[in-house]
């Protein structure tokens, strides 16, 4: 498999946790997100990914080379196709509610911050892009902790790592570099430090990659 990707997308990390944390052999193939206008405008990652976003996984099926995007689709792929260990629960209800965290995330805060979107804000409506970004990322966790509270055990669910450890970790990432003050979300950072102890988290950090770029 092929993971195109960006050292710091929150959306490219959550992937590499999934494909470390169930041993996953990959090559990670980097797509910059801001050298030269943003290499995944150029014609060869349109032709893998028409939205011209990261993630986006290049696998074979059926003798078929085939190419999925959107972050949690490609989770829940090798979910399905490669269950052990398992990153969302056995019981319904509690997959559900994994489901609703990590989408508390991807749909409720990731979008919001997004390059392209404060791009837009500031370069064609004069906007403040870093109020508005810190005011989602606030809003949004301030919700996540509330939920997460009612199911946290070491993670966000119980004791065993599931999809929505994978989105909050890169999101507290992105929190800071935004410098939102975290010290309110005590139940989001504790697990936070929680999975900052196990290699698959540790090796899918962006400072780790090898497009990433030191400060």
């Known amino acids: 498999m092929k993971l195109y990707g960006y050292w710091r997308s929150s959306c490219s990390w959550r992937v590499r946790?999934?494909?470390?944390?169930?041993?996953?052999?990959?090559?990670?193939?980097?797509?910059?997100?801001?050298?030269?206008?943003?290499?995944?405008?150029?014609?060869?990652?349109?032709?893998?990914?028409?939205?011209?976003?990261?993630?986006?996984?290049?696998?074979?099926?059926?003798?078929?080379?085939?190419?999925?995007?959107?972050?949690?689709?490609?989770?829940?792929?090798?979910?399905?196709?490669?269950?052990?260990?398992?990153?969302?629960?056995?019981?319904?209800?509690?997959?559900?509610?994994?489901?609703?965290?990590?989408?508390?995330?991807?749909s409720g805060i990731q979008p919001l911050q997004n390059l392209s979107v404060l791009r837009r804000l500031k370069?064609?409506?004069?906007?403040?892009?870093?109020?508005?970004?810190?005011?989602?990322?606030q809003r949004g966790l301030e919700a996540l902790q509330v939920a997460v509270r009612e199911t946290a055990g070491t993670y966000c669910m119980g004791d065993a790592v599931s999809l929505a450890d994978l989105c909050l970790v890169p999101q507290l990432y992105n929190a800071r570099r935004f410098g939102v003050d975290l010290e309110p979300f005590t139940v989001l950072t504790r697990i936070e430090d929680a999975c900052a102890s196990l290699p698959a988290f540790q090796a899918a950090h962006p400072d780790r990659q090898p497009d990433a770029v030191q400060a």
């Open 17 to 106: 946790i999934a494909l470390n944390h169930k041993g996953l052999p990959y090559e990670n193939v980097s797509v910059h997100l801001v050298k030269d206008g943003g290499e995944q405008h150029g014609e060869a990652h349109r032709a893998r990914n028409p939205m011209r976003t990261v993630p986006t996984l290049e696998l074979t099926e059926g003798g078929r080379v085939l190419h999925l995007s959107q972050s949690l689709a490609i989770l829940e792929y090798l979910e399905e196709r490669h269950p052990s260990p398992p990153l969302l629960p056995a019981e319904p209800l509690e997959r559900a509610r994994v489901r609703m965290l990590a989408e508390m995330v991807n």
């Open 123 to 137: 370069g064609e409506m004069g906007a403040d892009e870093k109020a508005w970004a810190v005011y989602w990322i």
